[in-house]
């Protein structure tokens, strides 16, 4: 039972470049979010899905694109990153009484 | 939409010392997270408390849901307690699954 997992760990782009980050939840939960935390900051919410087959914008969702593959899978894609995309980017997912459980985090970087 | 605000920023402990950590929130809530986040970047779930006390080891969480406040302590401390601590509270009231809203944490490091 591994929880919420995220993948790759780390990346590097140059801007202008596209990457999809995945992420896959064991916990058979509804909801799932995206996340990114800047330096000295709380997490802020870009995108989320409340159910397979819906997803819907956050706080900061500017430059992203999501996809809710199945209800484990939840991928999040820059289309043509910019330097200030370089954060690192957390996917989470809460139990129904609201309690959330994150991944381990993307940290992405972009030249 | 919800403010919440953690003090103090930045705290430097002497292993073994006691510490309280506070995050106020500015409307009603219905649940409220603790998570520390390591210095490796993990993020850590350490208390779910929307109201009243929980105690797990030498960590202890009081919210005040009246007063709009919750109250972290941490007792003992260890050099393994560094990192930051946030709270976070869900942007949705009445929502049992709100995206989170969080403070911008209180930096904890214990000195050996």
């Known amino acids: 039972n591994a929880g919420v997992t995220q993948t790759p760990k780390f990346q590097v782009l140059k801007t202008g470049q596209s990457m999809t980050l995945q992420c896959a939840q064991d916990?058979?939960?509804?909801?799932m979010y995206w996340y990114r935390q800047d330096p000295g900051m709380g997490l802020r919410l870009i995108y989320y899905?409340?159910?397979?087959?819906?997803?819907d914008k956050g706080e900061v969702p500017n430059g992203y694109n999501v996809s809710r593959l199945n209800k484990r899978e939840f991928s999040l894609r820059l289309e043509s990153a910019a330097p200030s995309q370089t954060s690192v980017y957390f996917c989470?997912?809460?139990?129904?009484?609201?309690?959330?459980?994150f991944g381990p985090g993307t940290r992405l970087t972009v030249t | 939409g919800i403010q919440v605000e953690q003090s103090p920023p930045d705290l430097i402990l002497q292993e073994g010392a006691n510490s309280t950590l506070r995050c106020n929130f500015s409307?009603?809530?219905?649940?409220l997270q603790w998570f520390h986040q390591n210095p490796w970047g993990q993020l850590i779930n350490l208390f779910y408390i929307p109201s009243g006390t929980k105690q797990n080891g030498r960590l202890s969480a009081t919210t005040v849901a009246t007063e709009r406040y919750s109250l972290l302590y941490i007792s003992s401390s260890q050099t393994t307690d560094s990192g930051v601590y946030f709270c976070a509270v869900p942007m949705n009231y009445g929502g049992s699954q709100g995206n989170l809203i969080f403070g911008k944490g209180t930096k904890l490091s214990v000195k050996p």
């Open positions: 989470a997912t809460p139990t129904e009484g609201g309690e959330q459980y």
């Open positions: 899905s409340a159910s397979e087959g819906t997803t």
């Open positions: 409307d009603s809530v219905n649940n």
């Open positions: 916990m058979n939960h509804n909801s």
